[in-house]
């Protein structure tokens, strides 16, 4: 595939000024959402796009899950069947031990859209870069956004590359997909209301041997829940999702206490001790449900983890980011024939979102076995 444009050149001019570049709509952020986004405005309009990305190559992540609906967005995309033959694994349906001791199972034999999908993340977004560049969206990687003022037709936004120098670009519209830091859209006044803050603590390892479900496994326990899968390569990810308090006693002594507790488990532990594990690595990071309070103002939107966080539980991370650019292309690809959408871009992310408080809550009501831990306490419904 075509290797993504690191960036111009270094461009200060010999007088100190900066140099400014031209474009229609800046993406500042280029995972999923971003990049998406990039996609869909090239197909549908005759824009000039560039999506700055901080980064460099995508990078690995752990426990991605796509549900069966993510191809009819794919498909928009014109990447429905080479996702489909890109090397993910079809996931058949899930079991749980959640709410009950006894296993419950959710199938996806019958659903018209097939199976939901563990990912190889760096070889989704991969797929997504190399579509981006088919439309002839221009990806700048190793750059990052560092300043922004108004202009009377949009903004210029000031953009730093770790080795190319600094530059100005005029643009029309902004797309914020810069993640939970939201970089663009609280420089715009918008503030992030978080609803819940937990910690995923992830192994991922290699199947050396024995054999593993293609189902997602899913287990509350006591100090949070469990998620266990299959991906791509032969690699088995292992999450807990706790609170604070819990995950710092997990990572002790080479996570002897996260260890522990997986031991614990019934329906995870004896399907992980019929294989044998090797080259296992550890990772931790935030998980936090919220919502900005502001998601678009006038010539710029917030899309994907910008405009809201979701809990894993809901599955739902990547197929929202998708949603958010698809609906984000087309307000804009609406104003760039003098036309309103004909729908609020804040009104879908908020249903978005209302959608899954309400699913959350559900989901995390069902179990009342540990009524007094705190980790189910602080998420009973009120």
């Not at 993510?70 to 498909?75: F, K, M, R, T």
């Not at 209301?193 to 290699?206: H, K, N, S, T, Y």
């Not at 593993?212 to 292992?238: H, K, N, S």
């Amino acid at each position: 595939m075509p290797t993504p444009r690191p960036g111009p050149p270094a461009q200060t001019r010999a007088d100190g000024q900066l140099i400014a570049t031209r474009c229609d709509v800046l993406v500042i952020g280029g995972g999923p959402a971003g990049v998406a986004a990039s996609i869909g405005l090239r197909l549908t309009t005759g824009l000039q796009v560039i999506v700055a990305e901080a980064g460099g190559e995508p990078v690995e992540r752990f426990g991605e899950s796509l549900p069966p609906d993510i191809v009819l967005l794919l498909d928009r995309l014109g990447l429905a069947d080479v996702f489909r033959g890109d090397g993910h694994c079809r996931c058949p349906g899930s079991v749980s031990v959640w709410g009950r001791d006894k296993p419950g199972y959710n199938d996806f034999i019958l659903n018209p859209l097939g199976p939901a999908w563990h990912i190889d993340r760096p070889r989704f977004e991969t797929m997504l870069r190399a579509r981006a560049q088919q439309t002839r969206a221009t990806l700048w990687t190793g750059t990052r956004a560092v300043g922004v003022a108004d202009a009377d037709d949009g903004f210029v936004v000031t953009l730093q590359h770790r080795s190319n120098g600094t530059w100005n670009v005029h643009t029309d519209w902004v797309l914020d997909a810069t993640g939970g830091a939201a970089w663009f859209a609280r420089r715009q006044g918008a503030t992030r209301r978080v609803e819940d803050r937990m910690v995923a603590i992830v192994r991922l390892a290699d199947l050396a041997a024995g054999t593993f479900t293609a189902q997602t496994l899913v287990e509350a326990t006591a100090p949070g829940w469990w998620y266990c899968a299959q991906l791509p390569q032969d690699r088995i990810v292992t999450v807990l999702v706790t609170d604070q308090a819990q995950a710092r006693d997990c990572l002790l002594a080479d996570y002897a206490g996260w260890r522990e507790l997986l031991a614990g488990t019934a329906l995870l532990a004896p399907r992980l001790h019929a294989c044998r594990l090797d080259g296992e690595r550890f990772c931790t990071y935030p998980v936090t449900s919220a919502l900005l309070d502001q998601v678009e103002g006038e010539r710029w939107l917030a899309i994907g983890d910008a405009a809201s966080g979701l809990d894993p539980i809901a599955a739902q991370g990547i197929y929202k980011a998708l949603a958010d650019a698809a609906d984000a292309a087309e307000v804009i690809a609406a104003a760039s024939r003098g036309e309103p959408p004909p729908w609020g871009y804040t009104e879908r992310v908020t249903a978005r979102f209302g959608d899954y408080r309400a699913n959350r809550a559900y989901l995390y009501g069902l179990e009342q076995r540990w009524t007094d831990a705190p980790f189910w306490r602080q998420r009973a419904p009120v």
